[in-house]
């Protein structure tokens, strides 16, 4: 018989939140520990470790200082490294939806309880945003 779920009941008053991490760049996702640290992706090129005292490290292969939100679109999603949806390993690596591999737009990567990998690849277009449709509010691969 498989044990409770964990989640189930959770409730998480206004009071109880509270704001962590300093200058993340597109942190779209968040895992947590149980030492209460936390790893979020981040856009200079690799995941941020926030610890539980507060101190932070930037761990990336190729390391960008910031995203410029002048630059075009192009300049801000298509050069360097935007990880984006993050997942622990079962030996408690992080695994990064992108890998150096021409596969798509690769949006969130999970593991499942059979330690088998899973993603989404939102299009195969290399300029993502070419694939948008807004008067439909979806993607596109024609």
């Known amino acids: 018989m498989k044990a409770d779920n ?7 008053n206004k009071e109880e939140a509270r704001f962590i991490g300093e ?3 597109k942190p779209e996702c968040i895992l947590a520990e149980k030492d209460g640290s936390v790893w979020a992706a981040d ?3 690799g995941v941020c470790h926030i610890k539980s005292d507060g101190s932070q490290e930037i761990i990336t292969q190729k ?10 679109n192009v300049d801000r999603f298509f ?22 591999k021409e596969i798509g737009k690769v949006n969130f990567v999970l593991r499942d309880s059979a330690d088998r ?3 989404t690849i939102t299009t195969m277009k290399k300029n993502w945003l070419d694939a948008l ?8 691969d024609e």
């Open 117 to 119: 990998l899973w993603i």
């Open 6 to 12: 964990p989640i189930r009941n959770f409730t998480l």
């Open 63 to 72: 390391y960008a200082e910031k995203i410029d939100h002048n630059s075009s």
């Open 23 to 25: 200058d993340l760049q």
């Open 43 to 45: 856009a200079r090129g």
């Open 133 to 140: 449709r807004p008067e439909r509010g979806c993607f596109r």
């Open 79 to 100: 050069k360097g490294t935007l990880p984006n949806g993050l997942a622990f390993a079962s030996n408690g690596d992080i695994l990064i939806s992108k890998d150096g």
